[in-house]
């Protein structure tokens, strides 16, 4: 199935789970659990938990069904919002209770089917956030793959919170040019 026939069946399968159609429910799981899972243990990076969260995502949608415009967006994008906030609000969670800390590891990108193609991404990634200065490749991982907020990451990072902000701008900004 090609990218845009995936997004229309999502489309017309969230459609038919904001009327409360239990078994589109059903079948809109089967099309997007590998997805979600992938999008929500590249943050988290526990299988287990990530398990429970890709659960809280499907209830979140579930839920918010209704609020998905199709003629505003592709679905995966949304799905992947919510699979990406409900991973950051439990990352946050564990971190106030003091289960998880920083890693420097940069994460395998999920969601992605092709196997190859997401060794390939990583391996990309990582060496485009190891030719980054310092504080930039730490701010980025922090805030993209920790969930950091601005606060929290120049708390961390002990700086001001403008410069914690400009760091990630500047991280970003490196990453785009050295794609090109």
């Not at 998905?68 to 990406?84: D, K, M, T, V």
């Not at 890693?103 to 956030?129: F, K």
């Not at 701010?139 to 950091?148: K, P, R, T």
Request: aromatic share 10%.
């Amino acid at each position: 199935m090609g990218t845009a026939e995936q997004s229309r069946l999502i489309a017309e399968l969230l459609g038919a789970c904001a009327a409360g159609d239990r078994v589109a429910f059903r079948r809109f799981y089967d099309v997007s659990a590998r997805y979600v899972f992938g999008v929500v243990l590249s943050i988290l990076r526990d299988r287990e938990i990530a398990s429970e969260v890709a659960q809280e995502t499907y209830v979140r949608i579930w839920k918010r069904a209704g609020h998905f415009q199709a003629e505003c967006g592709n679905p995966l994008s949304w799905i992947g919002s919510i699979a990406r906030n409900c991973a950051i609000d439990r990352l946050r969670s564990e971190r106030a209770r003091g289960f998880v800390q920083f890693s420097d590891e940069v994460p395998d990108i999920g969601g992605d089917p092709d196997p190859a193609a997401r060794t390939l991404d990583t391996i990309v990634i990582r060496r485009l956030l190891d030719d980054l200065r310092p504080e930039y490749r730490q701010a980025l991982l922090l805030c993209y793959f920790q969930g950091y907020t601005y606060i929290e990451l120049a708390s961390v990072m002990d700086v001001p919170v403008g410069t914690a902000k400009s760091w990630v701008r500047r991280g970003i900004a490196a990453l785009k040019e050295a794609m090109i």
